[in-house]
């Protein structure tokens, strides 16, 4: 099993440019996640969705848009990029609720934006 | 509100045990996390504790709850240059989609 794939690993847009992360994982989990990292901030969630079809708003959600359209990948899109969107952003997913349910993450995508 | 908070730093000598804290503020919490992040990576889950429990030992690896003082700990034996890494503490509640992160513990293990 190759868990919870996130492309691409790095990236460098300049301001304005737009973007699209992809995530895909193959556990056949219900509930994705997307966070964001940056030094002294420990983890921030930017969005999740609970189910294919579906998505809500996390902590910091601004700048950020994202898509589940099929069950085992979710999309993070980037419309109009700032520097302050500079970060190391993690995709998760788990199972549903009810059941020991710890996140399982991918490796990260390291953006910087100038 | 929920809120999970860690210690940012840790220094131990190798061969000496680590132990890592988190303090936790929803007593309706149903499972706590330790998960650990090396350079560069994502994070890992390293062990779990139901809420009904005391501590739960995995080889090196020793978690305590204190559910009266909302108080999780880590204790690393025999703590190895490998264990270098950040240690996040995180819960979740029965019926929440979302766990609740620390900010996470950066153990630096110096010769």
């Known amino acids: 099993n190759a868990g919870v794939t996130q492309t691409p690993k790095f990236r460098v847009l300049k301001t304005g440019q737009s973007m699209t992360l992809l995530c895909a994982q193959d556990m056949n989990h219900e509930y994705m996640y997307w966070y964001r990292q940056d030094p002294g901030m420990g983890l921030r969630l930017i969005h999740y969705s609970v189910g294919e079809g579906t998505t809500a708003k996390g902590e910091v959600p601004d700048g950020y848009n994202v898509s589940r359209l099929k069950k085992q990948n979710f999309l993070l899109g980037l419309e109009s990029a700032a520097p302050s969107q500079t970060s190391v952003y993690f995709c998760a997913s788990s199972r549903p609720t009810g059941t020991n349910s710890p996140l399982h993450f991918g490796n990260g995508t390291r953006l910087t934006v100038t | 509100g929920e809120d999970v908070e860690q210690s940012l730093f840790l220094s131990v000598r190798e061969g000496d045990s680590s132990v890592i804290n988190c303090t936790y503020t929803d007593s309706s919490s149903t499972y706590l996390y330790w998960y650990k992040q090396e350079p560069g990576a994502g994070l890992q889950l390293l062990t779990y504790?139901?809420?009904?429990?005391d501590m739960k030992q995995d080889q090196r690896l020793t978690v305590l709850l204190n559910k009266k003082d909302k108080h999780l700990s880590l204790r690393i034996a025999d703590t190895q240059t490998g264990d270098s890494a950040i240690y996040f503490c995180?819960?979740?509640?029965?019926?929440?989609?979302?766990?609740?992160f620390g900010r996470g513990t950066s153990l630096i293990v110096h010769p």
């Open positions: 995180a819960e979740k509640m029965g019926g929440s989609y979302i766990p609740t």
């Open positions: 504790i139901f809420s009904n429990m």
